[in-house]
């Protein structure tokens, strides 16, 4: 049964549909066109870097023993950083999150080959997340020290597992696209009939929880009005860049402090053109 929460003090938009076509693969990488601002250094560096230098001296879980000499953390991270960009793409598909990612035909008629060639899929761009509260175990290691999170905002648009298939197998599992609506600490209120005098009903987001909604009130796609808050390491990623063609593609509109942290990632990686091709190519 849908739960009758909403967020308090914010409109909690209603729901559709959206899923992961393919798995998540890479986006193509003109490192050597592609100018690298000192942001998207530092981006790098602490969010995927750091992260794989840690993960190679200290283990998955950051109870590796022995040293590695540095010389070969070195080529190790040359050989698997460097050249890899940040960021991941995937296929959407629905009006979930209409009118912000729309599937719909845009144009009333096809006047280029453009809009003749145009699908009903959009490719989306991610950036991975990382939340204070879903520290790796690595950073332990190091006090802490070089965690810099990345966290999901209210007002995001986000990709995440859904619930019930977060169990089972990778191929398995269903990938949703979601706005963030409340996050821990927040408080939803219950919405209930006019006609009852029931008391209203209060629930506040426990630790390393988020209630995700969609943006389109005319469908009536699953979210956590259905299935409840969902876990934050569920998250695959904030949705960051949406294209549809090479002349119809642009950022998502996500939190101002995420777009702005986001900027020069997105300025470094993503090329609509390319990616406009991708699109095609997957149809």
Not at 182 to 208: H, I, M, R, W, Y
């Amino acid at each position: 049964a849908a739960s009758p929460f909403h967020a308090r003090g914010r409109v909690a938009k209603t729901a559709g549909l959206g899923r992961m076509s393919v798995p998540l693969r890479r986006l193509r990488y003109a490192s050597s066109t592609r100018a690298w601002s000192l942001r998207y250094i530092f981006e790098k560096a602490t969010q995927q870097t750091i992260p794989f230098g840690l993960r190679e001296a200290f283990g998955e879980d950051g109870k590796k023993e022995g040293d590695i000499p540095a010389m070969e953390l070195m080529r190790r991270i040359n050989e698997h950083v460097l050249d890899q960009p940040m960021c991941s793409q995937m296929l959407f598909r629905g009006e979930a999150m209409a009118p912000e990612l729309s599937c719909a035909p845009r144009f009333a008629k096809a006047t280029s080959d453009e809009t003749k060639n145009q699908t009903n899929l959009t490719m989306l761009i991610l950036r991975p997340l990382r939340h204070a509260g879903t520290m790796p175990g690595t950073y332990a290691r190091v006090g802490g020290r070089w965690f810099f999170p990345r966290p999901a905002r209210v007002g995001d648009v986000v990709a995440f597992i859904h619930p019930d298939t977060v169990a089972k197998s990778e191929h398995e599992q269903v990938v949703l696209i979601r706005r963030v609506a409340a996050l821990a600490g927040d408080l939803l209120e219950s919405v209930l009939p006019e006609n009852e005098n029931t008391e209203t009903k209060t629930f506040q987001l426990p630790k390393n929880k988020a209630w995700v909604v969609a943006d389109n009130p005319a469908t009536d796609a699953p979210d956590s009005r259905n299935f409840g808050p969902i876990a934050i390491d569920t998250i695959v990623g904030r949705v960051v860049y949406h294209v549809r063609s090479s002349i119809d593609h642009g950022p998502v509109g996500n939190n101002p402090l995420s777009v702005d942290e986001d900027a020069a990632v997105v300025a470094a990686e993503v090329d609509a053109n390319v990616i406009a091709h991708d699109l095609k190519e997957s149809c």
